[in-house]
């Protein structure tokens, strides 16, 4: 492996620890209602991608954009699945679900493939269909087994999935893009917090992490496209599991959170239906090497 792309997957793997270790920065935001976060976060995130744009030098592609009607439909769309995405997941963090955001995200990429096949009509291996099956049935497992539907984290995963596939559709720049559904959602957020009652009294202590707000967005994600563009794609997609992986440690036990049996049989079963799913990825990588070892030799 080449030192860029060493370099990249150290990159990416900041990025997804970041999102990893969040749970612990939305605590400090306890007390403030979960729609009011989400709008701040448009609000907040909105401004520190302007100022991004603007010393990166791409300020002037993003009012490009904005001219084209076919794109902003899709960016329109795709700002509504990430703000439902960013209010529910909001609220998982600011009400002692953790662990549903987790589930969340563990089954966030097997619905993503899902999605690539049935919508995009992608192909992908009969092992990674038995392991989005087996995922399905964890699910089920929890539902059964605690009485209750983690709806939160279903709202996450098929409202990821959802975003996912429309910005599939979408070829820009990640950063571009993303202040595009920003610039959409702008107008309703400073709408909703200010108007009417206005915003909910903040604790002292709290200021200073909303403040920080658009650049928990923002940092994370430059972490993850700068490690994307130095290394393979292929490379850094198993990283993305570190994320779930730390929330949930987090919310267990630094927060006390309950994890009984049902949820260690079901989380057991997800586990088992991403090391279905990766199986061919780690194949087809063997197979890659194996091309280039013969490559090099011949």
Known sequence: MEGRERKGIIFAAIGYIIWGILPIYWRHLKGIPAFELLNYRIILSFLSLSIYLLVSGRFREYTEVLKDKKTMKKIILSAIALSINWGTYTYTMVSDRIMEASLAYYICPLLMALTGLLVFKEKIDRLQKYGIVLAFIGVVVLTVGSG????????????????GGIKKTINLNPFISLTLEMTVALPFAISFLFLGKGPSPIVEGQIIYLILLGGVTVVPLLFFVKGAQ????????????????????????????????????????????????????????EKEKEKECKLENS
């Open 148 to 163: 209750v539907i983690p709806l939160w984290g279903v709202f996450i995963a098929i409202s990821f999935a959802v975003y």
């Open 230 to 285: 130095m290394a393979k794609f292929s490379d850094i997609a198993i990283l993305q599991y570190f994320y779930p992986t730390l929330a949930l440690m987090i919310g267990v036990f630094l927060y006390g959170e309950v994890f009984t049996t049902i949820h260690l049989v079901s989380f057991t079963i997800i586990w088992g239906a991403i090391v279905m799913f990766l199986i061919p990825f780690f194949r087809k990588k």
